[in-house]
């Protein structure tokens, strides 16, 4: 079993920067791919970022290309969503997710392991 903790979420303004983390307990996590999803009220989940189990392939939901940077620690055993520029329609709860995989994964439905979410609420 892994446990993921999702922290960094707070209020801020718009154009200012977050950084959220994702720490894992229960098992290391080195071989496993994580991921980012955020849920707007009234909206479905959707993908923001993922990174394989090395940490050398990510991709990013066109939404937040070019702000925003996924990455993993594994000497902490926590993954980090780097979140820059943002804007009022980046507020959400926004969960980790991970997979024992050396994949890229997407799709949400792909994880067995997610955190319990992380409020990010930006102002204009």
């Known amino acids: 079993q892994v446990q993921l903790v999702e922290s960094g979420g707070g209020l801020v303004q718009a154009g200012e920067s977050l950084r959220l983390s994702c720490t894992a307990s229960?098992?290391?996590?080195?071989?496993?791919?994580m991921g980012w999803f955020r849920q707007a009220p009234g909206k479905e989940r959707e993908f923001v970022a993922a990174?394989?189990?090395?940490?050398?392939?990510?991709e990013y939901a066109d939404s937040v290309k070019g702000r925003s940077t996924i990455s993993k620690n594994y000497a902490k055993n926590t993954a980090y969503l780097q979140l820059d520029s943002l804007k009022p329609e980046d507020t959400a709860i926004y969960y980790c997710?991970?997979?024992?995989?050396?994949?890229?994964?997407?799709?949400?439905?792909?994880?067995?392991?997610w955190g319990q979410g992380t409020q990010v609420t930006v102002s204009s």
């Open positions: 229960g098992r290391a996590f080195s071989n496993y791919a």
């Open positions: 990174v394989n189990w090395s940490g050398g392939s990510t």
């Open positions: 997710a991970a997979e024992p995989s050396f994949g890229l994964i997407v799709q949400g439905d792909r994880y067995t392991y």
